[in-house]
DNA sequence: CTTGATATGTTATATTATCTCATCTATCAA
DNA sequence: TTGATAGATGAGATAATATAACATATCAAG
């Protein structure tokens, strides 16, 4: 398993608990958690790391679950929309929610080493942005709000470089 | 002049600020502030908006600046390294810096509504940012901190559309 | 002058994202 | 059961954003 987030953790049950708890929300909100987007979470949750749109496509395409990009998109969307993932503006990347069963203002903090991307709660520097704005009068939706940087990993002079 | 930041202020005065401020730097430090990255700086400015690379590299060839894109790239990379200007990671676009004269953690307003995107200082967000970061043995380089939404001339129920 | 560093010109291509139109599927009302 | 509708998928094309690669030019330092 490549390129975990910083914390080792069981990742199994990490998997499990995402598309569990997608499952659960598309039942009881009636949304169709589809092969292809119930699959796209998968290999998101499984990779655990920030993914573009067409290294999902790769691995979708290579079960047969669609092999143009619009599939991948979709799919995306879906799950951005939603919650159960989340898109890196600055890498143009995806990565699965891991705090898929709560309203969250997340943040991310994202390794230049090994490439490795965390989540992390945002609420207080949301509320301050958030603050701050409502002062020029203006309401914020979304924050975006992203860390590069090293990662606890990296910080020793052995710095992990990102596989070829 | 369209899409203005969302205060009125005097647009020229702004401008030369802006050139003035780069242009003291570049020669403070070595740096060469050629005719293409003046000019680049100069449009970034004059628009006063999110410009696309494209967008740019329109501006620039019609002056016979350079037609193709690595010139309006390389012109916005040393914008952004020098901190002359910004990208607004959300858009893919780029901006004038507001605060030329100052080291500062940058927040941009993005409005959904006009496409107005404002500058405003975000130290206390990053300081929050950075020290929950540093919890989890994690050092922060650089943060990415915008914000969308809707900006006070949106506010009301006349709300202004992005030009066709 | 020549060397090295930086900047520019140009062609080609890589990467990311969307449009469009046809088809299929699930759901629900009549 | 049928038809209507909305949501989802398939497939082809293309748009929008960004970089690679290589040649040439400029300029300051030695």
């Given at each position: 398993?490549?390129?975990?987030?910083?914390?080792?953790?069981?990742?199994?049950?990490?998997?499990?608990?995402?598309?569990?708890?997608a499952?659960?929300?598309?039942?009881?909100?009636?949304?169709?958690?589809?092969?292809?987007r119930?699959?796209a979470l998968?290999?998101l949750?499984?990779?655990?790391?920030?993914?573009?749109?067409?290294?999902?496509?790769?691995?979708?395409?290579?079960?047969?679950?669609?092999?143009?990009?619009?599939?991948?998109?979709?799919a995306l969307d879906f799950l951005v929309k939603h919650g159960f993932a989340h898109k890196?503006?600055?890498?143009?990347?995806f990565?699965a929610c891991?705090?898929?069963?709560?309203?969250?203002?997340?943040?991310?903090?994202?390794?230049?080493?090994?490439?490795?991307?965390?989540?992390?709660?945002?609420?207080?520097?949301?509320?301050?942005?958030?603050?701050?704005?409502?002062?020029?009068?203006?309401?914020?939706?979304?924050?975006?709000?992203?860390?590069?940087?090293?990662?606890?990993?990296?910080?020793?002079?052995?710095?992990?470089?990102?596989?070829?």
């Amino acid at each position: 398993m490549s390129r975990l987030a910083f914390d080792a953790h069981d990742h199994h049950s990490c998997i499990a608990d995402t598309l569990d708890a997608a499952e659960a929300r598309c039942a009881k909100s009636g949304l169709q958690f589809t092969p292809v987007r119930r699959r796209a979470l998968e290999i998101l949750a499984t990779e655990h790391r920030a993914m573009g749109a067409y290294d999902l496509l790769d691995h979708l395409r290579a079960e047969g679950l669609g092999s143009q990009p619009p599939v991948a998109y979709r799919a995306l969307d879906f799950l951005v929309k939603h919650g159960f993932a989340h898109k890196i503006e600055r890498l143009n990347a995806f990565v699965a929610c891991s705090h898929p069963d709560t309203d969250h203002s997340p943040a991310f903090l994202i390794c230049r080493h090994c490439d490795a991307v965390a989540e992390i709660r945002a609420r207080d520097a949301r509320g301050l942005l958030t603050d701050s704005a409502s002062k020029a009068g203006f309401t914020v939706d979304r924050a975006v709000i992203e860390a590069e940087g090293t990662c606890p990993n990296c910080q020793d002079g052995t710095e992990v470089q990102a596989p070829a």
